[in-house]
Antibody, heavy 123, light 109 residues
Framework: QVQLVESGGGLVQPGRSLRLSCATSGFTFSDYGMNWVRQAPGKGLEWVAL????????YYADSVKDRFTISRDNSKNTLYLQINSLRAEDTAVYYCTRGGVECGGGSCFAAYWGQGTLVTVSS | EIVMTQSPATLSVSPGERATLSCRAS??????LAWYQQKPGQAPRLLIYGASTRATDIPARFSGSGSGTYFTLTISSLQSEDFAVYYCQQYNNWPPSGTFGGGTKVEIK
């Protein structure tokens, strides 16, 4: 079965950097576009970034451009999110999601979700 | 950037009643629209994609409709397990993005 397991969250000071990982299994990782979605405490869902199945294209929400970098290693079936210059407003649960088979390897709805990893930015 | 607006913010419904949730896009997203359900402490779950296609194992009481800029999610007869927050999301192909609406909380009346 499809599994997405995020890691790398924790308590981080403002201005520092963090790299989140999403280990996947149960499907052919290199066939699917992947996304990061975040949810601040008590708030709604915010799409953060998309990477195409082959890593050829990356897209970001305006709110995170220039500080966030999405990447993937298809040989390790793993998705990453590098977050630089962390701010208090980056405090959230970060989910990794996989697209549906219907979409090919690009922009898609989130057919599968991990359980999320909590990032807390505070001094 | 496409903006998604959901209404109402909160919907109070009695079990067994029908619930209709709305989602509006600031520009056409064609039928690239999905609905999700989220319960407290859990990750969201996909309900509907392509505006009207139910995801695997989603009960028939959930239905989606609409295209372009206006969409609805209907729950025909609310069950106790349906009280949750519902989000719409556009996943337009160009420019690629995945903006969510602000959510509708369906609560017990």
């Amino acid at each position: 079965q499809v599994q997405l397991v995020e890691s790398g969250g924790g308590l981080v000071q403002p201005g520092r950097s963090l790299r989140l990982s999403c280990a996947t299994s149960g499907f052919t990782f290199s066939d699917y576009g992947m996304n990061w979605v975040r949810q601040a405490p008590g708030k709604g869902l915010e799409w953060v970034a998309l990477i195409y199945y082959d890593g050829s294209h990356e897209y970001y929400a305006d709110s995170v451009k220039d500080r966030f970098t999405i990447s993937r290693d298809n040989s390790k079936n793993t998705l990453y999110l590098q977050i630089n210059s962390l701010r208090a407003e980056d405090t959230a649960v970060y989910y990794c999601t996989r697209g549906g088979v219907e979409c090919g390897g690009g922009s898609c709805f989130a057919a599968y979700w991990g359980q999320g990893t909590l990032v807390t930015v505070s001094s | 950037e496409i903006v998604m607006t959901q209404s109402p913010a909160t919907l109070s419904v009695s079990p067994g009643e029908r619930a209709t949730l709305s989602c509006r896009a600031s520009q056409s997203v064609y039928d690239n629209l999905a609905w999700y359900q989220q319960k407290p402490g859990q990750a969201p779950r996909l309900l509907i994609y392509g505006a009207s296609t139910r995801a695997t194992d989603i009960p028939a009481r959930f239905s989606g409709s609409g295209s372009g800029t206006y969409f609805t999610l209907t729950i025909s007869s609310l069950q106790s397990e349906d009280f949750a927050v519902y989000y719409c999301q556009q996943y337009n192909n160009w420019p690629p993005s995945g903006t969510f609406g602000g959510g509708t909380k369906v609560e017990i009346k």
